[in-house]
């Protein structure tokens, strides 16, 4: 028989447990509100200037929300977006990841982007902005590397990988891992950005910053590749350039092509 003490202690740990875990519906709602917000005004907004439109984005559509949910679920701050120190015996292990990420990452892409020709006989790739010299290249990695790793991985790995916790740890991973690569409204690199979501999501552990380092060293990573390889193309895909309305680099690909044009405007 369970004594009054036993009844108090477990009602104590329930209730903690509920202050460090926002709900799930709440977190589906975050999900929804931001996906809106990005359709809705965030492209909008990077069509008229693309850097102050990614601070924008990534500040006032995806963090602030996170954040005020966050707030209003009543939860330990701290605790439940894992707002600890980053600890040097977690370099290795961010450097490691890296390692084995970006390999990974790039096959999946490249079978994904091999499917999607295979069954509708052309891609289309959008890309960020390629650097045209080392100070833009600076600014680049500042701007979209900073801001994507740390607003971006506050709401994925923080509040909703946080939420999803109910269903297990590696439940909470892959879910987290998939809303992350669906946000991304790139159906042709799903697979890839899910795989990084997920190898983030693993790493993050007790601590946030782990999480932060590896998104911004793999989206510094994707900008070097973009300033190193700018205006070439990888086949098998002949490409041609295209439009992106938030003045990213739009990429028109299909093996049906004689050869491969690539101009940049």
């Known amino acids: 028989m369970i004594d009054s003490g036993e009844k108090a202690t477990a009602a104590l740990a329930g209730e903690n447990v509920k202050k460090l875990r926002p709900g799930v519906d709440g977190a589906c709602v975050l999900f929804s509100v931001v996906i809106i917000l990005f359709v809705l005004l965030g492209y909008r907004i ?30 330990r701050f701290k605790e439940a977006l894992r707002l600890d120190k980053f600890r040097p015996v977690n370099i290795p292990i961010v450097i490691g990841i ?11 892409n490249v079978l994904n982007l091999l499917a999607v020709d295979s069954i509708f006989g052309k891609t289309v790739m959008t890309s960020l902005p390629a650097a045209e010299n080392g100070v833009q290249l600076l600014v680049n990695i500042l701007v979209i590397a900073g801001s994507a790793g740390i607003c971006e991985e506050v709401l994925f790995r923080g509040v909703l990988q946080r939420s999803f916790e109910r269903f297990g740890t590696a439940g909470s991973i892959l879910l987290a891992a998939l809303l992350f690569s669906l946000t991304h409204l790139d159906f042709q690199k799903i697979l890839g950005t899910f795989a990084l979501g997920a190898l983030i999501g693993l790493c993050t552990g007790p601590t946030h910053c782990t999480a932060v380092c590896l998104h911004i060293l793999q989206t510094m990573q994707q900008q070097f590749s973009l300033h190193t390889y700018r205006g070439k193309c990888w086949r098998p895909f002949n490409c041609q350039t295209g439009c992106h309305p938030a003045r990213q680099t739009s990429v028109r690909c299909s093996t049906r092509l004689p050869r491969c044009r690539w101009s940049r405007k």
């Open 46 to 75: 990077q069509s008229r200037e693309f850097y102050s439109g990614i601070l924008i984005t990534e500040f006032m559509l995806i963090l602030l929300p996170a954040l005020v949910f966050a707030a209003i679920s009543g939860v």
């Open 98 to 108: 890296m390692i084995f990420a970006i390999p990974v990452a790039t096959l999946l």
